[in-house]
């Protein structure tokens, strides 16, 4: 799912008062990893980063139609990742959607809160980038972007703010006349769209928008920029060049963007030779959102922040393949963090944060991919200190489950009925080749009992690694499915002290038993699926993906 138009959507969203931005989402076209190579976990980082971008609705590609007749798992587009019930993982895909559709409600709620709009001129194409560290606005603000409609159209002043008619409103609009000052950003939204796109900032400005901006600055607002040479157009282009330059020299005068750089007119302000972080800076605009070690690692994290009345909704995703743990701060100090976490729909308050000068600074801990909600909606009570202990639980073990564990395939799918598996691996690295090449589900089984008493406290059972989506019964109660880290489930209600019956149903993907059909005479093939696919995009050579319960299996307890 390319990054380089969802800003555009959302950002249009934003501009013409859409409560949602919606992207085709999960549309996947690569060799040796089209058709059914990803499974929920794999798709999580591609939902979190479209979400921090403003996209808020998606659009599955694809779920094609598939008759019983067609098998399984059946024909298919030359592009995107499967939804239909002929995928392994369906029948265990409710909390993956239940995910992504707890971040789109929570995504639609409210409006965007933007510091800056940046102008996009009126030079053709008028493109949006992709969310990237703007020059001069730098990380820990937020921005969208206007084109000549919205700014004729649809921008008043109110307060010093740009406000737009359904509610969004920005701090200052930047004059950036170009989809963006950076060559390289400039030249991929080009590729992306087939066009040639200038990093150069337009120096024409037409008569009606040079006009409107005169007029949101009398009426108080804060625009940032250098001063048109022309009026650009053909119509009554010598009139129209002659007011343009009047204009421009009466609202410029003798700025030059180095000695002599804000101007007070009316009740607003116009700037030329200072960033839009500078001048936040300057009026004590803190940024939105930052965290420690952001400066060495700007694209470990990212937000999106919406605000509905009196709410402040904060989405902060880690867009690392790595357990992280940092500081972060949001513009906001009068209420009480709340943690939502969208995988498990558990939501509670912080006990441990600090509040100053109007930053809320707490503690996050992260799984890999992982993602948050942040919540401000109550307001700080006068016992409200913030220095309560950890946030999140901490885990001790209690024990590994090792030893041998039985493993029951799906015979109707090449696996063997039983099998043991002396160690935790991956199936392809299995001698057999109905494990090596199997797609489907496969459960594990182990007896245990606790070595220790836990004394009330909650334990769980702990998983180092899925591929791609387990099931866990515990003396035949029902737990839960996991399809992201971390790949823990709480066991209290079920987990006795001895003889304890532990059943892990664990379900990979199609490529492999396709890829491994694909060898086969079309007789011999299990699957039913194309004999070839468009482009190549999975043949006989595409590599087998690791598939099972991998690594270790542990007993813990919670703090």
Same mark, same amino acid.
């Given at each position: 799912?390319?990054?380089? &138009?969802?800003?555009?959507?959302?950002?249009?969203?934003?501009?013409?008062?859409?409560?949602?931005?919606?992207?085709? $989402?999960?549309?996947?076209?690569?060799?040796?990893?089209?058709?059914?190579?990803?499974?929920?976990?794999?798709?999580?980082?591609?939902?979190?980063?479209?979400?921090?971008?403003?996209?808020?609705?998606?659009?599955?590609?694809?779920?094609?139609?598939?008759?019983?007749?067609?098998?399984?798992?059946?024909?298919e587009y030359c592009a995107g990742t499967h939804f239909t019930?002929?995928?392994?993982?369906?029948?265990?895909?409710?909390?993956?959607?239940?995910?992504?559709?707890?971040? *789109?409600?929570?995504?639609?709620?409210?409006?965007?809160?933007?510091?800056?709009?940046?102008?996009?001129?009126?030079?053709?194409?008028?493109?949006?980038?992709?969310?990237?560290? @703007?020059?001069?606005?730098g990380t820990g603000y937020d921005c969208d972007y206007a084109?000549?409609?919205?700014?004729?159209?649809?921008?008043? @002043?109110?307060?010093?703010?740009?406000?737009?008619?359904?509610?969004?409103?920005?701090?200052?609009?930047?004059?950036?006349?170009?989809?963006?000052?950076?060559?390289?950003?400039?030249?991929?939204?080009?590729?992306?769209?087939?066009?040639?796109?200038?990093?150069?900032?337009?120096?024409?400005?037409?008569?009606?928008?040079?006009?409107?901006?005169?007029?949101?600055?009398?009426?108080?607002?804060?625009?940032?920029?250098?001063?048109?040479?022309? $009026?650009?157009?053909?119509?009554?282009?010598? *009139?129209?060049?002659?007011?343009?330059?009047?204009?421009?020299?009466?609202?410029?005068?003798?700025?030059?963007?180095?000695?002599?750089?804000?101007?007070?007119?009316?009740?607003?302000?116009?700037?030329?030779?200072?960033?839009?972080?500078?001048?936040?800076?300057?009026?004590?605009?803190?940024?939105?959102?930052?965290?420690?070690?952001?400066?060495?690692?700007?694209?470990?994290?990212?937000?999106?922040?919406?605000?509905?009345?009196?709410?402040?909704?904060?989405?902060?995703?880690?867009?690392?393949?790595?357990q992280q743990n940092r500081e972060f701060s949001f513009r906001?100090?009068?209420? @009480?963090?709340?943690?939502?976490? $969208?995988?498990?729909?558990?939501?509670?308050?912080?006990? &441990?944060?600090?509040?100053?000068?109007?930053?809320?600074?707490?503690?996050?801990?992260?799984?890999?991919?992982?993602?948050?909600?942040?919540?401000? &909606?109550?307001?700080?009570?006068?016992?409200?200190?913030?220095?309560?202990?950890?946030?999140?639980?901490?885990?001790?073990?209690? *024990?590994?489950?090792?030893?041998?564990?039985?493993?029951?395939?799906?015979?109707?799918?090449?696996?063997?009925?039983?099998?043991?598996?002396?160690?935790?691996?991956?199936?392809?690295?299995?001698?057999?080749?109905?494990?090596?090449?199997?797609?489907?589900?496969?459960?594990?089984?182990?007896?245990? &009992?606790?070595?220790?008493?836990?004394?009330?406290?909650?334990?769980?059972?702990?998983?180092?690694?899925?591929?791609?989506? $387990?099931?866990?019964?515990?003396?035949?109660?029902?737990?839960?499915?996991?399809?992201?880290?971390?790949?823990?489930?709480?066991?209290?209600?079920?987990?006795?002290?001895?003889?304890?019956?532990?059943?892990?149903? @664990?379900?990979?993907?199609?490529?492999?038993?396709?890829?491994?059909?694909?060898?086969?005479?079309?007789?011999?093939?299990?699957?039913?699926?194309?004999?070839?696919?468009?482009?190549?995009?999975?043949?006989?050579?595409?590599?087998?993906?690791?598939?099972?319960?991998?690594?270790?299996?542990?007993?813990?307890?919670?703090?």
């Open positions: 799912m390319s990054r380089l &138009n969802l800003k555009q959507t959302a950002t249009a969203a934003h501009v013409y008062g859409k409560r949602q931005a919606e992207a085709e $989402a999960f549309t996947e076209q690569q060799k040796d990893a089209t058709h059914w190579t990803l499974g929920p976990s794999d798709l999580k980082p591609y939902a979190n980063d479209a979400f921090c971008e403003g996209v808020n609705r998606l659009l599955l590609h694809s779920a094609t139609c598939q008759p019983p007749s067609d098998g399984k798992p059946g024909y019930p002929n995928v392994t993982w369906w029948n265990q895909s409710k909390e993956f959607f239940n995910y992504l559709n707890r971040c *789109q409600y929570m995504l639609q709620k409210g409006l965007f809160v933007a510091d800056v709009c940046f102008y996009l001129g009126e030079r053709p194409p008028l493109l949006a980038p992709p969310k990237y560290n @703007v020059p001069g606005l084109n000549p409609d919205v700014l004729l159209n649809r921008m008043t @002043v109110k307060d010093g703010r740009i406000i737009l008619p359904d509610g969004m409103n920005y701090r200052m609009l930047v004059l950036q006349d170009c989809p963006s000052p950076v060559k390289d950003i400039a030249d991929e939204v080009g590729r992306y769209q087939g066009l040639q796109v200038s990093s150069v900032p337009s120096r024409t400005m037409s008569v009606a928008v040079i006009k409107k901006i005169r007029s949101l600055i009398e009426a108080g607002a804060t625009v940032v920029g250098a001063p048109p040479e022309n $009026a650009g157009g053909l119509a009554s282009y010598a *009139q129209a060049d002659v007011e343009v330059k009047n204009i421009a020299h009466e609202l410029w005068g003798d700025l030059d963007g180095k000695n002599k750089k804000e101007k007070k007119i009316g009740k607003g302000r116009l700037i030329w030779g200072t960033t839009p972080r500078e001048l936040l800076l300057q009026d004590r605009v803190v940024p939105d959102f930052e965290y420690e070690g952001l400066n060495n690692d700007a694209d470990d994290f990212d937000y999106i922040h919406r605000r509905a009345e009196k709410t402040d909704i904060y989405f902060v995703i880690n867009r690392t393949n790595k906001v100090g009068d209420r @009480v963090p709340e943690i939502w976490d $969208a995988v498990t729909g558990r939501k509670y308050d912080a006990t &441990n944060y600090t509040v100053k000068n109007g930053i809320t600074t707490m503690e996050l801990n992260f799984d890999v991919f992982g993602s948050y909600f942040i919540v401000f &909606n109550k307001p700080l009570g006068p016992n409200a200190t913030g220095k309560g202990k950890s946030n999140f639980l901490t885990f001790t073990g209690l *024990q590994e489950l090792n030893g041998n564990w039985k493993v029951a395939f799906d015979t109707k799918w090449g696996g063997p009925a039983s099998t043991d598996f002396p160690e935790l691996i991956s199936w392809t690295d299995r001698p057999e080749e109905g494990v090596k090449s199997y797609s489907g589900t496969a459960t594990y089984s182990k007896t245990f &009992n606790l070595q220790k008493p836990v004394n009330g406290k909650p334990i769980y059972l702990e998983l180092t690694d899925v591929k791609n989506v $387990a099931e866990i019964k515990l003396n035949g109660k029902p737990l839960g499915v996991l399809w992201c880290a971390p790949w823990r489930v709480n066991i209290s209600n079920a987990v006795k002290a001895s003889g304890n019956v532990l059943e892990i149903s @664990v379900t990979n993907l199609w490529c492999n038993r396709v890829v491994h059909d694909l060898s086969l005479p079309v007789s011999s093939r299990i699957t039913k699926t194309h004999e070839s696919f468009r482009f190549d995009m999975l043949n006989v050579n595409t590599p087998m993906l690791p598939s099972g319960l991998l690594g270790k299996v542990k007993i813990v307890m919670s703090n």
